[in-house]
């Protein structure tokens, strides 16, 4: 006798957890109502975003030259990551490449490899989260759970990839370089945009796209989405999970001014 089939039970369990994670989004809501009620004035305010451009572009023009004048034996990987990580965070991210990633640096540290650790998956992850923010939220106007779980999922492959591609390069195979990002990756990436994605959902959940709170509280949340994530990584490298990317201050001495 063939079983009976039971074609609703996958479908309202779904439905049930998105209902469970749907009430704990409120409930969050409602616990950091009174920081909305005071941040989201400032970042709809659309001279502050304006200065706030400004501010990244001279940052960013900053490190470009540094890196051209300076800097030219840091690896392109890092100089891709410190570009990004400056476009998201304009002058807090200068300040990091100042204190970490500098071949001028005096002597290394764990605190500094901690640092270019958590840039190195800032730079994958925030690309994922701008994108998957810009599309689910301000494109298809998805709901906010919606919004969430695409903007964690392309994060997370973003900031996968950007640690599975170097690995490949240097002669790891597919399947060993993908187990070792796994292991070293997922605590830092979970984090970070877990923390990411509530805040700018918390202060701009209903925002448009041409609306300034959009973007400046996406700004805002990539940078304390770094914050959440550096302890993370400081215990990942103190460990030897992570290596904390190489000591520019080891790199090739004749490339420095």
Known sequence: MQKERRPYVLTDDATHSLVLLDQLLTQVEHAFAPVRQVLTPILSNPALLAVWALVVAGSVSVLLWDLRSRNRAISSLMQFVWALTVLYSGPFGLALYWYAGRTQIDRDSLWRRGVRSTAHCYSG?????????????????LAT???????????????????????????????????????????????????AIGVDLLLASHATLVAPLFWASLAFSLSVGFAAAYPVNLVLVRLGVKEGMADPSEMDASERA
């Open 125 to 141: 992850c925030g690309a994922g989260e701008v994108v998957g923010i810009t599309l689910a939220q301000g494109v298809l106007a």
């Open 145 to 195: 759970v919606g919004v969430a779980a695409a903007t964690f999922t392309l994060a997370y492959l973003f900031g996968f990839a950007l640690t599975v591609g170097p690995l490949m390069q240097d002669g790891e195979p597919f399947r060993n370089a993908v187990l070792d990002a796994l292991w070293s990756e997922t605590p830092s990436i979970t984090v970070m945009e877990v923390t």
